[in-house]
C-alpha cells in the first residue's frame, strides 16, 4: 500500500518560512497527482496545490499562489512544500495526498485523492 508522511510544521511569526515535507513508501509508480490540502480548526478542509506528475502542471490555490511553491524530489521519493511570506490564516493541519488516477484537478477541486498522510500542524502567529 502507499504511505505519505509529513513533516517540517511547526510555529513562526507573519511573514517567516516553513518548508513541509511527504515522504511516499510503497507502490508510488505511475501516480498521476500529487497534492497539498490544509484544514484549520472549525472549517472544510481545502486544496492547496496540485501537482500533475504525468506532464509537471500545477494549479494552486488563489490564497497561496505567489507565497507557496510545490515540487518533488523522485530520487528521494518525496514532495515538498515551501511556503513563504506566511500569513495567520494560514495556520491549519497540512495534509499530503496521492492518486493513481487521472483528471487530477478535477479531483482535488473535489478532495477526492485515495490516499493521505496524517498530517502536520502550521501554526502562524502576528
Known amino acids: 500500500q502507499v504511505r505519505l508522511v509529513e513533516s517540517g510544521g511547526g510555529s513562526v511569526q507573519a511573514g517567516g518560512s516553513l518548508r513541509l515535507s511527504c515522504a511516499a513508501s510503497?507502490?508510488?509508480?505511475?501516480?498521476?497527482?500529487m497534492a497539498w490540502f490544509r484544514q484549520a480548526p472549525g472549517k472544510e478542509r481545502e486544496g492547496v496545490v496540485v501537482?500533475?506528475?504525468?506532464?509537471?502542471?500545477?494549479y494552486y490555490a488563489d490564497a497561496v499562489k505567489g507565497r507557496f511553491t510545490i515540487s518533488q524530489d523522485n530520487a528521494k521519493n518525496t514532495v515538498y512544500l515551501q511556503m513563504n511570506s506566511l500569513k495567520p490564516e494560514d495556520t491549519a493541519m497540512y495534509y499530503c495526498?496521492?492518486?493513481?488516477?487521472?483528471?487530477?484537478?478535477?479531483?482535488?477541486?473535489?478532495?477526492?485523492?485515495?490516499?493521505w498522510g496524517r498530517g502536520t500542524q502550521v501554526t502562524v502567529s502576528s
Open positions: 510503497g507502490y508510488t509508480y505511475n501516480r498521476n497527482c
Open positions: 495526498a496521492a492518486d493513481l488516477g487521472v483528471r487530477c484537478l478535477d479531483r482535488w477541486l473535489g478532495g477526492d485523492f485515495e490516499y
Open positions: 501537482l500533475f506528475t504525468n506532464n509537471g502542471r500545477t
